[in-house]
């Protein structure tokens, strides 16, 4: 790994840590209110955001930054970070430790490397995703520095599989696994990646709960299929804070064929 990757990969890192450190002492402890599109805030996320944007600008001079919590229009930079600085807020302040600290490095408007941080489980995974961006990247998916992979396994009844609790239409008698609700988005497709569920749809992410986990779930095998618009690249000048990516993810693209039939009974 050259020096380029090797910084951005510490920075992710060290960064998540101190601002995951902080949030663990607020963890359960805060009172959230509702924002205009009926999710959740605290005064945890705002400064996790203003913490993390403070550490990019002093670090990657010129590089855009993309927020949940503040800036959601695509400056159009080449490099651009995409940050959910508290992915889960529900959980984070009912005391579930499910939630996660989301980072995406975009270029031009393509995530090529993402990192999310889940403190209360002491899970950080990475990964690297070149596509067809021309870049020349490491490659896998990581989770605590181990290599992962999405799993292999033919569709049981003794797997897993995650909805949203947007997306609980799709569940009919003959489902063919066995049902989770995480609620986090990021933490929902990390699963596909790690090899402990087959898949997952998540009815109304934001480009920031995608970011980070759209390169870890591909570089780790898994198969993922945008519901709706296609995500990236990211359109300079658009405003993202209304615009949500209907997205199923997979193990394998083998097992597709099995779990596209309940995608009717969504309401997109």
Same mark, same amino acid.
């Given at each position: 790994m050259n020096d380029f990757w090797t910084t951005i990969l510490d920075f992710a890192e060290t960064t998540t840590t101190r601002v995951g450190k902080q949030l663990m002492q607020d963890f359960g402890k805060v009172q959230a209110s509702q924002k205009a599109d009926g999710s959740l805030v605290t005064r945890a996320d705002k400064w996790a955001d203003q913490e993390i944007q403070d550490a990019i600008a002093s670090r990657f001079s010129g590089y855009g930054i993309l927020s949940e919590e503040s800036d959601k229009v695509f400056p159009g930079t080449e490099w651009c970070w995409v940050i959910d600085p508290l992915d889960g807020t529900t959980n984070f302040t009912r005391g579930l430790p499910i939630w996660s600290i989301?980072?995406?490095?975009?270029?031009?408007?393509?995530?090529?490397?993402?990192?999310?941080?889940?403190?209360?489980?002491?899970?950080?995974?990475?990964?690297?995703? %070149?596509?067809?961006?021309? !870049? #020349?990247?490491?490659? &896998? $998916?990581? =989770?605590?520095?181990?290599?992962?992979?999405?799993?292999?396994?033919?569709?049981?009844?003794?797997?897993?599989?995650?909805?949203?609790?947007?997306?609980?239409?799709?569940?009919?008698?003959?489902?063919?696994?066995?049902?989770?609700?995480?609620?986090? %988005?990021?933490?929902?497709? !990390? #699963?596909?990646?790690? &090899? $402990?569920? =087959?898949?997952?749809?998540?009815?109304?992410?934001?480009?920031?709960?995608?970011?980070?986990?759209?390169?870890?779930?591909?570089?780790?095998?898994?198969?993922?299929?945008?519901?709706?618009?296609?995500?990236?690249?990211?359109?300079?000048?658009?405003?993202?804070?209304?615009?949500?990516?209907p997205t199923l993810v997979v193990s394998s693209p083998e097992i597709l064929p099995v779990f596209t039939p309940f995608l009717k009974h969504l309401n997109l």
């Open positions: 989301s980072m995406g490095l975009l270029y031009k408007g393509t995530p090529i490397f993402g990192y999310v941080y889940v403190p209360p489980l002491s899970q950080a995974f990475h990964g690297f995703w %070149a596509g067809d961006s021309g !870049l #020349t990247t490491p490659s &896998g $998916a990581f =989770l605590n520095h181990h290599p992962i992979h999405s799993s292999n396994d033919a569709v049981s009844k003794n797997h897993f599989f995650n909805l949203c609790s947007r997306s609980t239409s799709v569940i009919q008698t003959d489902f063919p696994c066995k049902i989770r609700m995480l609620g986090v %988005a990021s933490y929902n497709f !990390l #699963t596909v990646a790690t &090899g $402990a569920t =087959l898949g997952g749809i998540e009815a109304t992410p934001k480009v920031w709960d995608i970011a980070g986990a759209w390169v870890i779930v591909q570089a780790a095998g898994g198969s993922w299929t945008s519901l709706k618009d296609q995500p990236f690249p990211l359109s300079t000048g658009e405003d993202y804070s209304d615009r949500s990516f």
